[in-house]
């Protein structure tokens, strides 16, 4: 039978050293706290060499992956970590740019003299020994608690004369674009230079994969608070060593290539720990009895427990099987379709709350679930069984169980929800969204894959899929104008526009841009706790006169427009009214970016008005989201996503012209140019109404983008605003109170929304706008 083989490597380092390079407090606690957690799970203490203080020398390290290579057999699974410093060479002084582990044996005079270099161990130094243990078919896991150590394994050479770059996660924008200042002065090429610059594209080895997210819901990334961003590492001097994608592979990084890793007090344990090596052995320890974990979900629980511990790094995992369960080559199993009711308990009068006896580490996801009673199969789920419908959202999934509430009737007093009972998910609620790549038209499809993998990892709303399934958005190559371009379809019809696969990254960005328009314009589930008495009105001004410069007037068309019959009186709930839009013109002398201008009188107006008939102050923001893809504040409008407050009985109105851009059909109506252009595009409004301050920036977006390069182009490039993280975005929509000392239960709200369509103007031209040459 194969071993399990771990090296456990914790060099100490001299006090003359400097403090980049010198004493560290808690290595010793780190590599005793690996040992007892991998003796914990089927590590023999005598198949594990720990090499500590100065027994971890440069020559005692490199001798011990030889020996550790040369041992493994196939089915072995191997454990190779090290805690200690990371350096980043200095081109300046080293000549090239590099990263590598500090053996124990640095001194003073090598520092001084500026020969680190000469003893640090990079991804030259451990490519032939995973390349050995991956050839014997062994299970290899890497593990680096250390600066710098995003991946710092492979090192990179130069591919046909262009560097090798790789992608990774990082704080946040404003942390990575000092790194890029670093960079550049020191004369390497960084990604974003200028916002027009050609951007120097890398080249990878057909063998470079990473992560493969699989199907298992429970394998979702949590979100992340703090901003996280993708950027392009420079070229690695160092020979290193790059996985295949079906290597039994798994590298657990504590931090990415920009950022320093920290030790800290860990007050659990009343020792000081490196925060990567802590979190880690955390996570595997805390994992409840016969829960089998995977590679997936250990990154997912990591990186949650660092976010919780407020860590200001960023751990970093690749692998081809990250679907594996942990220090096993077995995979791990699908999510069961349902799951039981383990506990009922009367919340309130009326209300109960339900607990499934399973969490995210089973597969409970965000989302609506039927609740069945006992007589319900995996194979059978009649209507007549089922007895209620439950909301379950994020912030009650938990580790091994999730709770939600169900309202009962009133009349009948008696809750016919049942231990025992099975919830099985009816409809998907969380902002994660499958894809399915399919590349084979590309050469070298893994580097494409690769790249978009690490762009929606990044944004943290969708995960790759290894099949197509009819949920994924599926994401194929054709040509266009002799163009290999990418084509994102989603339930059977295109929902953004062509890119060229250069331009993988505004596919991936339109696409998330697509989904937050569709995720927040959902109707939020009524509760115990929703205002009742607040009203949101549309009113029609057709072929409204100018009135931007004119106050007086513009007052004068909203207070008669509140007099006439409101759009939706009388009409189904389902109703969609029809507003004309103005006439737009390419607007004279407006430079490079070229705008249009709205032709006055030839379109409709509509006229909002919000009133609170409540017996309390409310705090309103009314939300725009356009048929565009943009997400913009109508009022406030100078209040950047602010509410503003609307005394009891107190009215407000807004008016606004409706007008089409002529190319914007093509961004979220029909981007499929081969299709009949519609007659025009639907824009929804939302009003979120709450009894606390809140603050709705976070939803903001500017429009889908068109590529400029295909002659479906449009005529004003978007100027590319950031989006803010999903966690951000939904705690914007839940009305999350500005002020932390407002408790959340205790805030009303009420979300209501209208939709109505905007239909071209009859004389609008379609021109086609050349493309931007290549």
Known sequence: MAETLALLIGPSYPADLPTYCGPLQGVANDLKL??????????????????????????SI???????SERAQKGSVVVVYYCGHGHSFDPKQAGYFDEGLIPGDLTREMVDEYHILDTCITGEHFSPHLSKLINKGALVNVIFDCCFSGHMYRGNSEVKNTYTGIKQLALSDEYISEYQKVLKARGYPT???????????????????????????????????????EFWTPALKSEGWSPHENDNFIFMGACATNEKAYEFMDHELGEIHGMFTSALVAVIKESPPGQRLSYNML????????????????????????????????????????????????????????TLNAGFLQGVVEGVYYIFDTRLTDENQMEDFRMATVNVSHENIHA????????????????????????????????????????????????????????????????????ETPECVKM?????????????????????????????????????????????????????????????????????????KNLTKKKELKAQAVQTAEVYEGHP??????????????????????????????????????????????????????????????????????TSVLRPGESVSEIRRVFLQPETFRLMEEPNDELRRPDGCNDIIMLYATTAEADYLPLFQTSIELSPYLSTRG??????????????????????????????????????????????????TFEKIDPLEE
Not at 197 to 223: K, R
Not at 512 to 527: A, I, N, Q
Not at 573 to 600: L, M, Q, T, W
């Open 62 to 68: 490199l001798a011990s992956l030889e020996e550790l």
């Open 299 to 354: 990154k997912s629980l990591v990186r949650q427990r660092m976010a919780d511990r407020k860590q200001r790094q960023t751990p970093q995992f690749e692998g081809g099987n990250m679907n594996l369960i942990l220090f096993s080559f077995d995979k791990a199993p699908p999510p069961p379709i349902s799951f039981e009711v383990k506990e009922v308990h009367e919340k309130r009068e009326f209300t109960y709350r339900i």
């Open 715 to 764: 005529i004003d490039t978007p100027d590319g605003l950031g989006l803010f993280t999903v966690a951000r975005f939904r705690d914007a929509l839940d009305s999350e109170p500005r002020s932390r000392d407002v408790a959340r239960e205790d805030v009303r709200w009420i979300t209501i929304k209208r939709e109505f369509r905007v239909l071209y103007h009859p004389e609008q």
């Open 476 to 548: 194929d190559v054709v040509t266009i104008e002799k163009k290999k371009c990418w084509r994102a379809i989603y339930k059977g019809r295109m929902i953004a526009p062509d890119q060229r696969v250069e331009d993988g990254h505004l596919m991936i960005k339109n696409l998330c841009k697509y989904f937050r328009v569709k995720f927040g314009t959902r109707l939020r589930d009524p509760g115990h706790n929703m205002l009742r008495n607040v009203s949101l009105k549309l009113f029609k001004v057709e072929n409204v006169p100018s009135y931007k």
């Open 34 to 59: 690996m040992k007892d957690m991998l003796c914990e799970n089927g590590f023999q203490p005598e198949n594990i060499k720990v090499l500590e203080g100065l027994l971890a020398s440069r020559a």
């Open 573 to 642: 709930e389902d109703y969609v009214p029809n507003f004309g839009a103005h006439k737009v013109e390419i607007a004279p002398n407006s430079g490079f970016r070229r705008k249009y201008d709205v032709v006055d009188s030839s379109g409709d107006a509509v006229v909002i008005q919000i009133t609170n008939n409540e017996e309390f102050p409310i705090h309103v923001c009314l939300i725009s989201y356009q048929s565009d893809g943009s997400i913009v504040a109508l009022y406030p409008a100078a209040k950047k996503g602010l």
């Open 400 to 467: 091994t169980e999730s709770t939600a509430e169900v309202e009962i009737n009133s009349i009948f007093h008696e809750c016919k929800v049942k231990v025992g009972y099975k919830a099985r998910l009816a409809k998907l609620g969380s902002m994660f969204y499958p894809i399915c790549i399919i590349a084979t038209e590309l050469e070298e499809k893994y580097i494409w894959e690769l790249k978009l993998a690490i762009l929606m990892d990044s944004l943290q709303m969708f995960s790759l899929r290894e099949q």
């Open 191 to 229: 990604e974003h230079e200028e916002e027009h610059s050609p951007v120097q594209e890398t080249q990878l080895s057909s063998t470079v994969t990473q992560e493969t997210q699989p199907a298992n819901p429970a394998s979702a990334p949590v979100a992340l608070p703090y901003p996280v961003s």
